[in-house]
């Protein structure tokens, strides 16, 4: 009887683990952010942390011999509005990105357009981070655009969702 309990328990372990490493990257990510906040009520003024995070994207910029992002204050209404479409549907997305690229492309003239989405992290240099250790958001950050825009939204509990858009104007 415990060969057979010891064994159930075994296969139960391993179905479990399996189930858990094949967790989606937005799930990984959700408990990750989650796990920042935790039960701790975080006040976060959304127009300072604009400024920060932009001020520490172009910091890390130029360590790297980029140049600095002008502000495209044209695109900042899309990146607006998907947070607050981020935030009604409670997840990260890049949802409707293509439609938005090219309502950005079509009245800033940009030829290449590229976004960040983050949301939870309590500090610009969390959210700097979180994007440096991710491959894909990495490379629009360092990427070779000429401009950018950024916006911090919160939601009803004061948590924080950004949009960083980046664009390519000649």
């Given amino acids: 009887m415990k060969k057979l309990f010891g064994a159930i328990l075994i296969a139960t372990s391993v ?9 989606s990257t937005s799930e990984q990510e959700n408990e990750f952010t989650e796990t920042l906040l935790g039960n701790d009520k975080i ?5 300072s942390m604009e400024e920060e995070l932009l001020d520490l994207v172009n910091a890390h910029r130029a360590s790297i011999g980029k140049t600095a992002l002008g502000n495209s204050s044209v695109s900042y209404k899309y990146a607006e509005e998907h947070n ?13 990105f293509d439609s938005r690229a090219s309502k950005i492309a079509a009245e800033t003239n940009a030829i290449e357009v590229s976004e960040n989405v983050a ?12 994007w440096l250790n991710s491959t894909a958001h990495k490379e629009a950050l360092e990427g070779n655009y000429t401009h950018t825009t950024l916006s911090v939204e919160l939601d009803k509990d ?11 104007v000649e």
């Fill in 15 to 23: 179905v479990l683990m399996s189930m858990c490493s094949t967790s």
């Fill in 43 to 47: 006040v976060v003024d959304a127009a």
């Fill in 84 to 96: 607050n479409y981020m935030i009604s549907k409670n997840k990260l997305s890049h949802d409707n």
């Fill in 119 to 130: 949301r939870y992290y309590t500090t610009a240099q969390q959210t700097l981070n979180g």
């Fill in 158 to 168: 004061g948590r924080p969702y950004y949009t960083q858009i980046f664009i390519t």
